[in-house]
């Protein structure tokens, strides 16, 4: 059974703080991996994705991926209350995309 | 541009009965991928069509069911409704040849089954 695992939280946070987001996956061949965001009653939208070990930049947001250990991780750097929300993990397996439960953020104003 | 689009967006149906969902996909957006969503389970993967071919399913039973139109849009069937089918759908489209593609969703279609 293909599975990504992440603490299901809630993760608190003060505003202007870094949040720390993590997530393990299970399946050595997967390639490629992506955090999605989901706000209380609405639909995932993406927030990025990383194909390379390593980190990855976008505005405040970092993913880091370290094949070796099967982690991923977002960094949230500057967090804002409007960042409160679910943050899904996702691996591809075989041409479907595998989610984690999810982790639940908070960040406190 | 339009994003995805998935209707009814909300439905209330009784045990025993059956329930057809639709998908639009973005244009341009070959590949659909549906995905059931409780508070238990999290994102569970059902099925992604490619040009009008089921490529992959999950771990559902055979009373879910799907397919896709030479225009790319989507619909899945549930027959037989049971009390654990409530829940949210959502539909995804993406751009490449595969489901794992970068997915954009749709608001999903929630249904309720008493």
């Known amino acids: 059974q293909k599975e990504v695992e992440q603490n299901s939280g809630p993760l608190s946070v003060p505003e202007g703080a870094i949040a720390s987001l993590n997530c393990t996956y299970s399946d050595r061949g997967s390639q490629s991996f992506f955090w999605y965001r989901q706000y209380s009653g609405k639909s995932p939208e993406l927030i990025m994705f990383?194909?390379?070990?390593g980190d990855k930049e976008d505005g405040r947001f970092t993913a880091q991926l370290n094949k070796a250990s099967q982690y991923v991780s977002l960094l949230i750097r500057d967090s804002q209350p409007s960042d409160s929300a679910t943050y899904l993990c996702a691996s591809e397996y075989g041409n479907k995309l595998v989610f984690g439960a999810g982790t639940i953020l908070r960040v406190k104003s | 541009k339009a994003g995805v689009t998935q209707t009814p967006r909300y439905l209330i149906k009784t045990r025993g009965q059956q329930v057809t969902l639709s998908c639009s996909p973005i244009?341009?957006?070959?590949?659909v991928s549906w995905y059931q969503q409780t508070p238990g389970q999290g994102l569970q993967f059902l099925f992604e069509?490619?040009?009008?071919?089921?490529?992959n399913k999950g771990n559902f039973p055979g009373r879910f069911s799907g397919r896709q139109f030479s225009n790319s849009r989507s619909e899945m069937n549930v027959s037989t409704l049971e009390l654990g089918d409530s829940a949210l759908y959502l539909c995804?489209?993406?751009?490449?040849?595969?489901?794992?593609?970068?997915?954009?969703f749709g608001a999903g279609s929630r249904l309720t089954v008493l």
């Open positions: 069509y490619f040009s009008e071919t089921q490529r």
């Open positions: 244009s341009g957006h070959r590949s």
């Open positions: 995804a489209s993406s751009l490449g040849r595969s489901g794992a593609n970068v997915l954009t």
């Open positions: 990383i194909y390379s070990n």
